[in-house]
């Protein structure tokens, strides 16, 4: 039976699950979204490896134990993916995303395509139209954003997460909350919103369909930050996605419905 493991690059905390026997000739690498970390997929980490993959997932600059870095925009944030995949030897990965997570991950695979060899989407969007939702138009905003960030403590936190997502674990605040409780932490999160400018990935219209990998969109029926329909979207422009939907989650799926969600990708990879 596979464990997760904690490990560390040169600049980013990470968790790991190895398979017991054979390895696959693909790995799979999971990024996670805001709030969140690397701890959001344990269990998918662990079932993977339970299917023969070698399991990856990092504390993305500035979440969880991973210091901010400098500039913390999107496009470093790209960078420093890749820059994680060489330091941890990676082959061509299953790429599953979530939130910000999809909003850096896509965006390195349009950039990397030889690193892809296929895709989990789940509750985000890379469509140069894109509109932000309102928590994160404020983040976006100075002056707001600070005032937003500067009101939360840890228990005014683990209410709003609780109110989108109420199966969430005291655990998952705590490991969420580590380092937006930090001014490093929330300076690294308002930089990221900030450098999030959709005409950005203009220029990736179609990428994600030219890839030509299997696809899974995966999604809460209930996500108010990503709405379903994106979903649609997405499987209108990838050849052949494969689209669930999970019945009453909302945005934080592997929160609301773990069983389901974990059990629904691993399924998907394990026919790859």
């Given at each position: 039976?596979?464990?997760?493991?904690s490990?560390?690059?040169?600049?980013?905390?990470?968790?790991?699950?190895?398979?017991?026997?054979?390895?696959?000739?693909?790995?799979?690498?999971?990024?996670?979204?805001?709030?969140?970390?690397?701890?959001?997929?344990?269990?998918?980490?662990?079932?993977?490896?339970?299917t023969?993959?070698?399991?990856?997932?990092?504390?993305?600059?500035?979440?969880?134990?991973?210091?901010?870095?400098?500039?913390?925009?999107?496009?470093?944030?790209?960078?420093?993916?890749?820059?994680?995949?060489?330091?941890?030897?990676?082959?061509?990965?299953?790429?599953?995303?979530?939130?910000?997570?999809?909003?850096?991950?896509?965006?390195?695979?349009?950039?990397?395509?030889?690193?892809?060899?296929a895709?989990?989407?789940?509750?985000t969007?890379?469509?140069?139209?894109?509109?932000?939702?309102?928590?994160?138009?404020?983040?976006?905003?100075?002056?707001?954003?600070?005032?937003?960030?500067?009101?939360?403590?840890?228990?005014?936190?683990?209410?709003?997460?609780?109110?989108?997502?109420?199966?969430?674990?005291?655990?998952?605040?705590?490991?969420?909350?580590?380092?937006?409780?930090?001014?490093?932490?929330?300076?690294?999160?308002?930089?990221?919103?900030?450098?999030?400018?959709?005409?950005?990935?203009?220029?990736?219209?179609?990428?994600?369909?030219?890839?030509?990998?299997?696809?899974?969109?995966?999604?809460?029926?209930?996500?108010?930050f990503?709405?379903?329909?994106?979903?649609?979207?997405?499987?209108?422009?990838?050849?052949?996605?494969?689209?669930?939907?999970?019945?009453?989650?909302?945005?934080?799926?592997?929160?609301?419905a773990?069983?389901?969600?974990?059990?629904?990708?691993?399924?998907?990879?394990?026919?790859?």
């Open positions: 039976m596979s464990t997760v493991r490990g560390r690059t040169a600049a980013l905390a990470y968790r790991e699950a190895l398979p017991d026997g054979e390895q696959r000739e693909h790995a799979v690498l999971c990024l996670h979204g805001f709030p969140e970390t690397s701890f959001m997929w344990r269990a998918l980490l662990d079932a993977a490896a339970g023969g993959y070698r399991a990856l997932a990092p504390d993305l600059p500035g979440s969880g134990e991973s210091p901010p870095q400098v500039p913390n925009n999107w496009e470093r944030l790209v960078e420093a993916v890749d820059e994680f995949a060489d330091e941890v030897g990676l082959p061509p990965v299953v790429l599953v995303v979530h939130d910000w997570g999809g909003l850096i991950g896509l965006r390195w695979a349009c950039e990397h395509p030889e690193r892809i060899a895709l989990v989407i789940s509750g969007g890379f469509f140069p139209d894109g509109k932000w939702h309102g928590m994160a138009a404020g983040l976006r905003t100075e002056g707001t954003g600070e005032e937003m960030l500067a009101g939360l403590d840890r228990g005014s936190f683990g209410a709003m997460m609780k109110a989108v997502s109420p199966l969430m674990s005291e655990e998952a605040v705590d490991e969420y909350w580590r380092s937006l409780g930090t001014d490093a932490g929330r300076r690294a999160i308002l930089e990221m919103y900030r450098s999030g400018d959709f005409e950005e990935i203009a220029g990736h219209e179609g990428a994600l369909g030219r890839l030509g990998v299997p696809t899974l969109l995966l999604w809460g029926e209930r996500d108010e990503a709405p379903v329909a994106s979903a649609y979207r997405f499987e209108r422009e990838i050849p052949g996605a494969r689209i669930e939907v999970i019945e009453g989650a909302g945005h934080f799926l592997f929160s609301d773990p069983g389901e969600a974990v059990a629904t990708v691993a399924g998907f990879i394990a026919d790859l």
